[in-house]
């Protein structure tokens, strides 16, 4: 189902610009404000032998009896991003009782595709083994790219060990890039000419197996909120419950920010996420 809100708000469009900038102070400003009273925080918990792998563990003080786990995994633009960036949104869905996990994983120039793709795996092949609960990944951006990657291509975590049927509950693309040309640097480093078919979620969508959660800004200027309707039709076609939803007004480092418990308000997009996290089958797809 399709569902569109009018965002009125002029604060929520200045902090979502706030987060755009290069800086960090905007995230450090709305990191600063968030409470951190919901959780308990485990630091640089390392999920591989390589020593810039490791993520934060934020486990809920009142958890939710018999919830999956949720993984976020954030954006950057495959080249940037680090997981001490997000307790703004750790806190968010912590404070409804998820226990949540950021990872880390390697950038450009450092790799390319698809090495970052097997950081994320054996992320969720950690988890899954650490902690015997399925796994929700939510990523914004380049982190809706991967977890629509490790949701619907088998390879990744076949890979590492891990059954996707198992491991996965469902997976929520905030403004995600799923059907896309590469036509600049870096991103034409990044994704060399060989691989710019195979980094492409849409072509697995015949693949999925879990609940899928596609939404996006309408005014998103970084990725075209028709490739989260083209994303949406492709999944139906394979009859897995698929949410889809485009919020007026919602730029697309809005949506990141509207997701904070400060801004949660701005738009219908944290309550709409919580919904399909609330309303997940109890079991997996096997």
Not at 52 to 70: E, G, I, R, S, W
Not at 107 to 117: A, C, G, H, L, Q
Not at 239 to 249: Q, R
Request: proline share 8%; hydrophobic share 40%; aromatic share 10%.
């Amino acid at each position: 189902m399709k569902k569109r809100y009018r965002l009125m708000s002029f604060a929520a469009l200045i902090a979502g610009a706030a987060m755009a900038s290069a800086a960090c102070a905007p995230v450090k400003i709305l990191n600063g404000l968030t409470p951190s009273s919901a959780y308990d925080l485990e630091k640089s918990v390392p999920f591989s032998d390589a020593p810039a792998l490791a993520m934060d563990v934020y486990t809920p003080q009142n958890p939710k009896a018999d919830a999956p786990l949720v993984m976020f995994i954030y954006g950057g633009g495959w080249n940037s991003g680090h997981k001490e960036m997000y307790k703004f949104i750790s806190e968010a869905f912590s404070s409804e009782g998820y226990t949540t996990l950021i990872p880390n994983y390697r950038v450009y120039p450092n790799v390319i595709y698809p090495e970052f793709m097997s950081d994320a795996a054996k992320a969720v092949a950690d988890a899954s083994e650490k902690y015997n609960r399925p796994i929700v990944l939510v990523g914004h951006s380049a982190g809706a790219h991967i977890s629509a990657l490790l949701a619907l291509n088998p390879e990744y975590l076949d890979g590492v060990g891990v059954d996707r049927c198992k491991a996965l509950a469902g997976w929520v693309g905030l403004s995600g890039p799923y059907d896309f040309k590469v036509y600049d640097p870096p991103y034409t480093q990044i994704f060399p000419p060989e691989t710019r078919e195979e980094m492409l979620p849409i072509k697995y969508a015949g693949n999925a197996l879990h609940p899928a959660m596609v939404i996006i800004g309408s005014d998103d200027e970084t990725v075209q909120p028709a490739q989260t309707e083209r994303m949406a039709q492709a999944l139906r076609k394979t009859g897995v419950p698929v949410t889809e939803a485009y919020y007026d007004g919602v730029s697309h480092t809005g949506m990141i920010a509207n997701m904070s418990k400060l801004l949660q308000n701005r738009s219908e997009a944290h309550s709409d996420v919580m919904t399909f996290l609330n309303t997940l089958p109890k079991t997996n797809c096997g």
